[in-house]
Each structure stands twice: as C-alpha cells, then as structure tokens.
C-alpha cells in the first residue's frame, strides 16, 4: 500500500510544537492541516480533530490562497464528518515555492467572541513560518 505524500508530515513536529503555542497564546483551538487531515491540533477539543480529514469546502477555501477571519455565524465546516459547526475561524494557507501545501486554522471555543485581525496576523504568521521551513 502506497502512502500518499504530505510536505506538511515533515514538519509535524514543529508544527505541533507551533500550535501548542497557538493555542496557549491565543486561548483557542489551533491546528495545521496538510491536502487531506489535520497534522496538529492544539488547544480545547484537540483529540476531536487530531489525524481527522478535512472537509471538501476547507480543501477549496485554502486552494483560494486567501486568509479568510469567520464569524460565528459565517463559519464552514473543517472536518469531512464535523457535527459541531460553531465559533469564530480563522483559516490560512500554508504556501512552499507558491504551492499550497495545507492550512493553519484557528477556531475560537473558549468564550464565544470573534477572533480580531493580531490573531489573523498571528496564524499568517504561523503559516508562513511553516511554508519557508519545507523550502529550507
């Protein structure tokens, strides 16, 4: 059985080691996914998205390449099999030698208020952190 191939699984470490500090930070649920699951979860609920597939729509929003700041009340599904669609999102494209290789996303649980543009700022941070990592 062939593997399929995921930039992102080269950095997991790091990448789990960068959400921990997302999410301590933040005070939010914070992963890094790559095409197809999520590679690092963080935060409150991280178990419940830890390894799990990506949705169809957030696979087509990163390939959009732009860094969308959700409301409540505008939030897509992340996860292909996520019941629980609720809380402000941030979502962000991880981009290597101008591919996207997969996504940092954060989704507000604690308190229920919309993420504001520091915590957009810190996630595109985070992305692109990851994005010159696989070009070193």
Do not use: W
């Not at 930039?7 to 959400?19: C, G, K, T």
């Not at 933040?26 to 178990?47: E, F, R, T, Y």
């Not at 799990?52 to 969308?68: M, P």
């Amino acid at each position: 059985v062939l593997k399929k191939y995921s930039p992102i699984e080269e950095l997991e470490s790091i990448s789990r080691e960068y959400v921990q500090a997302l999410a301590q930070t933040l005070g939010c649920l914070a992963c890094v996914s790559d095409h197809d699951m999520v590679v690092a979860a963080a935060g409150p609920k991280q178990q419940e998205y830890q390894g799990k597939h990506i949705s169809k729509i957030l696979g087509e929003k990163i390939q959009e390449r732009d860094v969308l700041l959700l409301g409540d009340k505008k939030r897509i599904q992340v996860l292909e099999d996520e019941k629980d669609v609720t809380g402000a999102q941030i979502i962000c494209p991880i981009l290597s030698a101008g591919d996207v290789i997969g996504s940092v996303f954060l989704i507000n649980k604690k308190d229920g208020s919309d993420f504001n543009e520091v915590e957009k700022k810190s996630a595109q941070v985070a992305a692109r952190f990851l994005g010159q990592q696989m070009e070193s």
